[in-house]
């Protein structure tokens, strides 16, 4: 009998959609790419969009994982979350107010994580740094990497309190000697060589290969 493949739901923001990857469309394509040349029986669903934060994931996450079911009756067998740079962006001023609140952004996590643990393996990542020097973005926000630092630390937190896979990837980046070389001209988001560098954590990712040779 056929062996029916696993399916991975990437979901989240422009991080996941691959914005700024000219050469291999984003970190998430990468891993597809490299699992379909591995042979493995894996499928990934990279379902990333724009200037999402946790709010609008939570919003859309279960409709489209859903219906990538591909077999009837039947769900992914994981799903990777990328979530939470946009929320960290201050509105107007650099002292402005975040675009969620530290206290919400964690009560929304910790929510949201418990619904997908009921339903399948979820892995969740960290953020990346920004070039606060390149700032404001969109001439009306303000990304820092304070916020990105300290919201990370709110993931993490509440991965471990659920026991939930986490992998670090704003304070990993940010100990590379040429970090600022892999953000693009606007500040927040990854060149392909950031990209690259997030694509080769996650194939050595000892949780997420544990996921996809169990």
């Known amino acids: 009998m056929e062996t029916q ?6 979901i989240g923001d422009s991080s996941v959609y691959g914005w700024g990857d000219t050469e291999e469309g984003g970190w998430c394509n990468r891993l597809k790419c490299y699992w379909m040349k591995s042979n493995k029986s894996l499928v990934v669903y990279p379902l990333g969009i724009r200037g999402d934060g946790l709010e609008k ?9 859903e219906c990538r079911g591909e077999l009837r009756r039947k769900v992914p067998n994981g799903l990777l979350l990328c979530v939470g740079i946009n929320d960290t962006a201050r509105v107007g001023r650099v002292d402005g107010r975040p675009q969620l609140s530290t206290e919400a952004f964690r009560f929304g996590l910790e929510e949201l994580l418990k619904k997908i643990k009921k339903e399948t393996y979820v892995l969740v990542m960290g953020m990346t740094p920004v070039n606060e020097s390149k700032m404001p973005f969109a001439k009306c926000l303000w990304y820092s990497n304070k916020g990105c630092f300290i919201y990370e ?3 993490e937190e509440c991965c471990l309190e659920l026991d939930i896979p986490f992998l670090p990837t704003y304070s990993e980046m940010k100990k590379e000697a040429f ?4 953000i693009m001209t606007d500040g927040i988001h990854l060149n392909s060589k950031g990209h690259n560098w997030i694509y080769k954590k996650l194939i050595t990712w000892p949780s997420l290969i544990k996921w996809a040779n169990s």
């Open 5 to 10: 493949p696993k399916q991975l739901v990437v």
């Open 179 to 182: 970090w600022t070389e892999w």
């Open 57 to 65: 994931v939570a919003k859309r996450w279960q409709k489209e994982w």
């Open 153 to 155: 630390r709110l993931i």
